[in-house]
């Protein structure tokens, strides 16, 4: 997959891509538009690598990767053809699949056990608890199918933006979402007590 | 068992609800590296090309604007040092006088640097 390419995404109503305008700043050679990209920016995409990766240091490495990607197609960024934020999560979401795929063949894939929140969860604060419950249940998904769920429900697009980053359907995506809050509604069954929500009865 | 089901349901949705109220704080070895690549790869600001004779000359009409220039100058320059019969004077015009200083000598020509005065002197 090229990965650099502008992908084509049909854009609703010209709706408003406030990082396009940056981006745009940013290639004259604007510095305060550098800066207000990065702000913008980087939390998101750190945000969601984490999540589909759970782990710190690779989610910074794919971050501060796709955003090198971002400067350096800046003074070629045709405006209107694709969110830069669509596009920025497309390339993120495949350099995880990446990592992800490079783990299962060095055997390195243990990000789910060592995720698993149990042992710690009464040690730590219900907050805290709740996240390692999440992101623990989120590690035992197949790894689209974490990427949808991540897509729609923590980054909070709508299933037409998931559908471009993940190079499919909409159908698809709805399918890849469903399965994937089926499985984390299991693996979250039978721990909603000790995460402070009501009995499990 | 729905009811459970529905329980895990609205579990699960307070875990997102979490977890998009409180985003992972992002490292700030992170930000400063994506930072100084984003200044790194910015292409630099061109300044405004200064302005040339050739591009002043271009917005008041290029070479043939020259051309009429420079022909209307050695025209009028000509018309000044040899004016046609029957053109008024216009340097009187324009001084609005004609000058006397001859009569007040008393005859005598003055000429270029008053040399004539000098040897109507010597001569005398």
Not at chain 1, 80 to 86: L, P, Q
Not at chain 2, 34 to 55: E, K, N, Y
Not at chain 2, 93 to 113: K, N, P, R, W, Y
Request: hydrophobic share 45%.
């Amino acid at each position: 997959m090229n990965m650099s390419a502008v992908p084509s995404v049909p854009q609703d109503d010209r709706e408003a891509d406030p990082e396009a305008a940056l981006l745009a700043r940013y290639a004259a050679g604007d510095g305060a538009a550098a800066r207000a990209l990065t702000v913008a920016l980087t939390p998101r995409l750190y945000g969601h690598a984490l999540r589909v990766l759970g782990e710190g240091a690779e989610a910074e490495d794919v971050t501060q990767e796709a955003l090198l990607r971002l400067w350096r197609i800046a003074p070629d960024w045709r405006q209107g053809e694709a969110k830069v934020t669509t596009w920025l999560y497309r390339v993120v979401a495949n350099l995880c699949t990446d990592r992800l795929r490079k783990r299962r063949e060095t055997g390195l894939d243990g990000t789910a056990e060592e995720a698993d929140p149990a042992p710690d969860a009464e040690a730590r604060l219900q907050q805290a608890a709740r996240h390692d419950a999440l992101q623990g249940a989120l590690a035992r998904l197949p790894d689209r199918q974490r990427q949808a769920v991540v897509l729609r429900h923590i980054d909070g697009l709508a299933n037409p933006e998931i559908a471009a980053i993940l190079d499919t359907g909409i159908e698809a995506v709805e399918s890849l979402i469903a399965r994937g809050k089926r499985g984390l509604a299991q693996a979250l069954d039978g721990q909603k007590a000790a995460l402070g929500f009501e009995d499990d009865g | 068992m729905t009811d459970n089901t529905q329980k895990t349901q609205d579990a699960l949705e307070a875990l997102f609800q979490d977890a998009r109220a409180a985003p992972p704080p992002v490292p700030h070895a992170l930000m400063t590296r994506v930072l100084a690549d984003a200044q790194q790869m910015q292409p630099r600001a061109t300044p405004p090309a200064r302005r040339g004779l050739w591009a002043v000359l271009a917005d008041i009409g290029g070479l043939p604007a020259l051309g009429g220039m420079i022909t209307a100058g050695c025209v009028g320059f000509w018309l000044g040092v040899a004016p046609p019969q029957g053109m008024p004077d216009l340097a009187t015009q324009v001084i609005g006088f004609e000058s006397d200083t001859e009569d007040a000598l008393g005859g005598v020509g003055l000429s270029g640097f008053g040399w004539d005065i000098t040897e109507d002197l010597n001569d005398g």
